[in-house]
């Protein structure tokens, strides 16, 4: 079984940083891409940033130069660093991860949130 943990959200004033933290456990043989999605109150999930095996990170429009994806490949984790934050950035964040368990095929994986919640 895989797990996807996450820890670092929290409340900031706007202008402020946070940095989340996404660990995934379990039976894992390699990990393809890991991702940070957020979904705000009444709207649907957004990518935020994606870390493929392969090529530089991409980001949202909307987090382009504020946000940093980056991952440890030896702790099996992915961070997001959130910088100059805003209050549109509000929002559940959910880690994502497609991930072999064993040889073959990939499975998609989520972690259980995580509240950001940026406001004076």
């Known amino acids: 079984q895989v797990q996807l943990v996450e820890s670092g959200g929290g409340l900031v004033q706007p202008g402020g940083s946070l940095r989340l933290s996404c660990a995934a456990s379990g039976s894992i043989f390699s990990i393809n891409a890991m991702a940070w999605y957020r979904q705000a109150p009444g709207k649907q999930r957004e990518l935020v940033a994606l870390y493929t095996s392969v090529g530089s990170p991409n980001y949202a429009d909307s987090v382009k130069g504020r946000f940093t994806i980056s991952r440890d490949n030896a702790k099996n984790t992915v961070y997001l660093q959130m910088n100059s934050l805003k209050p549109e950035d509000t929002a559940v964040y959910y880690c994502?991860?497609?991930?072999?368990?064993?040889?073959?095929?990939?499975?998609?994986?989520w972690g259980q949130g995580t509240q950001v919640t940026v406001s004076s």
């Open positions: 994502n991860a497609d991930i072999r368990p064993r040889p073959g095929r990939s499975y998609d994986y």
